[in-house]
């Protein structure tokens, strides 16, 4: 009855976990950290307006007091008004400089969500491992409590030792100390993955999200190339800003009322560039521009690279795996035979033992396996572009 409601608590519980998609969701929506990377873009924006508008106009007073030879006194004033006024050309080149910034923002906040997404797959993937490597010691478990159950069986028939059917006991118990030393490093983990998601209550989570690759290969490229690519055209938008030597034109005009006349004038002043020419802000903008080139060639050498490694990794792990599921299938068979021939007293312990670690160790290895080709996958996907914004 014990049994049958914990298997009814267990099923239960797995109805309700919550799937991987809902959490990543959930952790993209919440987390302070993604939160405080996209309050650059609002920033960006704001600086983008900054660096287009147009300077305040300047309005001066002046009052005079004039006393003539005569001894009459009369009072006079003046009013003049300034506006700067932007040269041709300087503000599409400005307005283009703030775009380019706001991309290059945008594809900062996108490496940022992309890195963020894959980091906590990574770390999904090895509590998802941990999970399956307890199952697998349940069921090593259960092997291992038949083995003891037809030992004491076998002892108390008088067809084995008092020492072997211990042997089989200690086989048991190191199984369940092992049982409990997963359920710490899982538990950790499963902490270690609220606290990078940014959430702060328990949740049920299943671990048996599967990753794969697209179906279709994807045209979008890194997100750290793409930075780095728009970086570049941020820096040629700066450079062609900075080669206009002047930007500003300041018209002017103004009244004066004396006491004999009125005078109205009118006029623009215009800076001269004899000797701040931006020259230098130009060549090092052009200088950052390709070096950032530069940049970009290598960062698609290296993820060309990288692609064909996790490309042949994929293969060999697949392989792999079908040759353990094989392999499985054929240990499987084995145990049980040895199993019904440790009853009749056909084979002794010690082989029938070596027969259930080996089926254990095989399934290890293919739940390693399956854990380095979802790996595998992670790191595809975020090289294709599959997080991209």
């Given at each position: 009855?014990?049994?049958?409601?914990?298997?009814?608590?267990?099923?239960?519980?797995?109805?309700?976990?919550?799937?991987?998609?809902?959490f990543l969701n959930s952790a993209i929506n919440n987390s302070p950290y993604l939160k405080s990377s996209h309050l650059g873009i609002a920033q960006t924006a704001l600086q983008g307006k900054v660096l287009t508008r147009y300077n305040n106009p300047e309005l001066s007073l002046e009052y005079a007091r004039f006393q003539a030879d005569t001894g009459n006194n009369d009072n006079g004033f003046s009013i003049g008004v300034s506006q700067p006024l932007r040269l041709w050309g300087i503000g599409r080149d400005k307005m283009s400089l703030a775009k380019r910034q706001m991309q290059t923002e945008q594809s900062r906040y996108s490496v940022t969500k992309a890195?963020?997404?894959?980091?906590?797959?990574?770390?999904?993937?090895?509590?998802?491992?941990?999970?399956?490597?307890?199952?697998?010691?349940?069921?090593?478990?259960?092997?291992?409590?038949?083995?003891?159950?037809?030992?004491?069986?076998?002892?108390?028939?008088?067809?084995?030792?008092?020492?072997?059917?211990?042997?089989?006991?200690?086989?048991?118990?190191?199984?369940?100390?092992?049982?409990?030393?997963?359920?710490?490093?899982?538990?950790?983990?499963?902490?270690?993955?609220?606290?990078?998601?940014?959430?702060?209550?328990?949740?049920?989570?299943?671990?048996?999200?599967?990753?794969?690759?697209?179906?279709?290969?994807?045209?979008?490229?890194?997100?750290?190339?793409?930075?780095?690519?728009?970086?570049?055209?941020?820096?040629?938008?700066?450079?062609?800003?900075?080669?206009?030597?002047?930007?500003?034109?300041?018209?002017?005009?103004?009244?004066?009322?004396?006491?004999?006349?009125?005078?109205?004038?009118?006029?623009?002043?215009?800076?001269?560039?004899?000797?701040?020419?931006?020259?230098?802000?130009?060549?090092?903008?052009?200088?950052?521009?390709?070096?950032?080139?530069?940049?970009?060639?290598?960062?698609?050498?290296?993820?060309?690279?990288?692609?064909?490694?996790?490309?042949?990794?994929?293969?060999?792990?697949?392989?792999?795996?079908?040759?353990?599921?094989?392999?499985?299938?054929?240990?499987?068979?084995?145990?049980?035979?040895?199993?019904?021939?440790?009853?009749?007293?056909?084979?002794?312990?010690?082989?029938?033992?070596?027969?259930?670690?080996?089926?254990?160790?095989?399934?290890?290895?293919?739940?390693?396996?399956?854990?380095?080709?979802?790996?595998?996958?992670?790191?595809?996907?975020?090289?294709?572009?599959?997080?991209?914004?």
């Open positions: 009855m014990i049994k049958r409601l914990s298997l009814i608590v267990c099923v239960a519980s797995s109805l309700c976990a919550q799937s991987f998609d809902t890195q963020f997404v894959r980091e906590l797959s990574l770390e999904y993937t090895v509590y998802a491992n941990l999970k399956k490597q307890l199952a697998l010691s349940n069921e090593e478990l259960r092997i291992a409590q038949h083995i003891f159950d037809i030992s004491q069986q076998r002892y108390l028939a008088g067809t084995i030792s008092h020492g072997v059917m211990l042997q089989a006991q200690v086989d048991y118990e190191m199984v369940t100390v092992k049982i409990e030393t997963l359920h710490l490093n899982a538990l950790e983990q499963y902490y270690a993955l609220l606290r990078y998601a940014g959430i702060t209550e328990e949740i049920p989570l299943a671990y048996t999200h599967e990753f794969d690759l697209p179906s279709k290969m994807l045209t979008a490229a890194n997100p750290e190339l793409l930075y780095v690519q728009r970086q570049t055209k941020e820096a040629q938008a700066a450079a062609k800003v900075n080669t206009n030597a002047v930007e500003w034109a300041t018209l002017h005009a103004s009244y004066d009322s004396e006491p004999d006349q009125d005078i109205v004038r009118m006029g623009a002043s215009i800076p001269l560039a004899l000797f701040n020419t931006r020259s230098q802000e130009q060549q090092i903008a052009m200088l950052e521009a390709d070096k950032l080139t530069l940049l970009a060639e290598s960062t698609q050498a290296k993820l060309a690279i990288e692609r064909k490694r996790l490309q042949q990794q994929r293969s060999m792990l697949l392989r792999l795996q079908k040759q353990y599921k094989k392999t499985l299938e054929t240990q499987t068979k084995l145990l049980h035979m040895f199993e019904d021939a440790y009853t009749i007293a056909r084979i002794n312990l010690l082989e029938l033992q070596n027969i259930k670690n080996r089926l254990i160790s095989t399934k290890e290895n293919i739940i390693q396996t399956e854990t380095a080709l979802h790996q595998n996958a992670i790191e595809t996907n975020y090289i294709t572009g599959a997080y991209n914004d």
